[in-house]
């Protein structure tokens, strides 16, 4: 009898006998945490980040048996958190693909989740897999440990709703490898974190619905609305060329989108300015001959924000408007003069609304129907001043962040990503003009510091053809620096900046007290312990250009094989003045009062 998922039935098949049980009959690859480890690497997940304990032995003994058939290997990270911010990091490199990390019950999945939240606001597909009780527990009235004490194993779940777009609790056999399905390919269908968990006696037990060779994943094409298409681009065609001085940009949901062609499209076809939202980034080519910068309101690009506020029409392509891409909601845009572009649906001023469009199919059809207008770009040339450069550092003199960033734009090639931890990074890095290639990446819906850590893992894992140049704070970097010792491990590349300016700066512009300075560490000694003689590692402590700039050059040239962390230590004013600026009118939009009832 052929036990292939969804084989065809043969006339032999009929008459065959009841089936033994399914030890009896499964072979020994066909086991539920062997068809979970060939489920991941068909999706691309050929890396799944873990951190042990009791409740995932079983689980990950399994997954580790199928890495030499194609299967996974397992990346064993210092906590959960960072386990789970690498699984984020990975997608990423993946652009959007998934990413993977398995914990174990309750201790492990809570401690995960907060990584696992980041993933669900920025429309990543985590697959977060957790070790679950004994099948036999269930029902019991029984009280475990890794719990609150209470016979009631759905807090981990209740938690994870919330935060995942689908959960599968596998207790049983029979239906574990249709969860396991539902839950991967939902993940890819909703680009959105989810959660699996998997009872600990039944990972290594096989049934013959785990086949060596199971039926491919098959996700139906989500298709738009012809007649809904054809009128919104219609309408869109219309309002767009009666405008004397149109722009585009490009936001974050393009990737989830999978428009950023599309995108690119339209834009060489329109002759529009093209500018991007600050987490958009990375999502729209820079060398574009009509890339006009970044988007951000009164912290913009130099010159961009007029040409965008200035316009008689815009269309945003999958942006997100919230109180960090608002500057505190001060963006001088108006609704009448925006088409708004999500990934399924089209809104033209205060309306009409278009539903079951997809973007990517709306901007190839656009491109075709827009006539050429370039009053807006020829606005742009005639008002853009080229940025000056940095003055030259005196010998000796202390290192200024700015003169840091020059140096890390010159390093940046189509090999390299970015990667920007939250706080005056994300400023900085900003102002870096991307070469075509350049990967980069930044967490800006949720911002969670201490997020580029555990991502720099995940995307240089994933990335082996790009080196990672990370920049991260030294706040930032305290709350999840041990997973450095991970990257050591693996052979990893990257070169991290730590940039040492004596506390949580982003902060200090927000809200300043006493509680945004922080204990200074030796970070080189840090990095030099979890080094501890095995793995390549170079590390250096820099006050001054001239000491800058042999660190690079050592990191580029006899060190290029090692695992590269950069301590800069700068002035604690020596702050961007967008982050200045920025910080001052979030503040404002914290500090409102109540409203009046």
Not at 182 to 203: D, F, G, M, Q, R
Request: hydrophobic share 40%; charged share 20%; with cysteine.
């Amino acid at each position: 009898m052929d036990t292939t998922i969804g084989s065809v039935p043969t006339a032999s098949d009929a008459a065959a006998p009841p089936p033994a049980p399914a030890a009896a009959t499964a072979p020994r690859e066909a086991t539920l945490g062997r068809h979970l480890a060939r489920r991941l690497a068909e999706v691309g997940a050929r890396d799944v980040f873990t951190v042990p304990g009791d409740f995932n032995l079983t689980l990950l003994d399994e997954l580790e048996a199928e890495a030499g058939h194609g299967g996974v290997r397992l990346v064993g990270c210092c906590n959960e958190l960072n386990a789970a911010y690498a699984a984020d990091g990975y997608a990423r490199a993946r652009g959007g693909g998934v990413g993977a990390c398995a914990v174990t019950f309750t201790v492990g999945g809570l401690s995960a989740i907060n990584a696992v939240a980041g993933a669900f606001s920025e429309n990543l597909p985590v697959v977060c897999i957790v070790g679950g009780p004994n099948s036999n527990d269930y029902g019991s009235n029984r009280i475990l440990h890794h719990t609150i004490g209470l016979p009631d194993f759905t807090q981990e779940l209740r938690c994870f709703q919330t935060v995942t777009c689908y959960q599968a609790v596998v207790n049983n056999l029979e239906d574990a490898h249709e969860q396991i399905d539902a839950a991967i390919s939902t993940a890819i269908k909703e680009s959105k974190p989810v959660y699996i968990s998997i009872s600990c006696n039944l990972p290594s037990i096989p049934h013959p619905t785990f086949s060596r060779h199971p039926v491919p994943f098959f996700l139906s094409p989500r298709l738009s609305n012809q007649m809904n298409l054809e009128a919104a681009v219609e309408t869109a065609a219309a309002f767009l060329n009666k405008a004397v001085k149109p722009v585009l940009v490009g936001g974050p949901k393009m990737r989830v989108a999978k428009a950023c062609k599309s995108f690119v499209e339209l834009a060489d076809a329109c002759g529009y300015p093209v500018a991007v939202m600050p987490s958009a980034k990375g999502l729209v080519p820079e060398h574009h001959p009509r890339f006009i910068g970044t988007y951000w309101g009164a912290v913009s690009t130099p010159f961009c924000a007029e040409i965008v506020e200035s316009a008689d029409a815009y269309l945003f392509a999958g942006p997100i408007f919230n109180d960090y891409s608002s500057v505190g909601y001060s963006l001088l845009l108006k609704k009448e003069k925006a088409i708004i572009v999500q990934p399924d649906r089209v809104v033209i001023g205060h309306g009409p609304a278009f539903g079951c469009v997809l973007m990517k199919d709306f901007l190839h059809a656009l491109s075709a129907r827009l006539k050429k207008n370039t009053a807006a770009y020829e606005n742009y040339r005639r008002i853009y001043v080229p940025p000056g450069e940095p003055p030259l550092s005196e010998p000796g003199e202390p290192l200024r962040v700015n003169v840091l960033f020059q140096h890390i734009q010159k390093m940046l090639s189509a090999n390299s990503a970015v990667i920007a931890e939250t706080g005056d990074s994300w400023f900085n890095c900003q102002k870096l003009k991307l070469p075509e290639g350049c990967g980069y990446e930044f967490q800006m819906q949720y911002g969670s510091i201490g997020w580029s850590v555990g991502a720099t893992l995940g995307y240089a894992q994933a990335a082996k053809d790009k080196r990672v140049i990370a920049c991260i704070g030294d706040g930032s970097f305290q709350v999840t620096a041990q997973e450095v010792s991970t990257m050591l491990r693996w052979g990893q590349k990257s070169i991290i900046f730590l940039i040492n300016n004596g506390g949580y700066t982003i902060e200090v512009e927000i809200h300043d007290g006493p509680y945004n300075v922080i204990k200074n560490w030796n970070y080189t000694g840090v990095v030099e312990a979890f080094h501890n003689g095995e793995g390549k590692c170079y590390t250096a402590k820099v006050r001054t250009e001239e000491e800058l700039k042999e660190a690079i050059e050592e990191a580029q040239g006899p060190k290029k094989d090692c695992l590269c962390f950069i301590e800069v230590i700068v002035h604690k004013d020596d702050t961007s003045k967008e982050l200045l600026e920025w910080g001052s009118r979030v503040s404002a939009a914290n500090s409102r009062p109540p409203n009046p009832q």
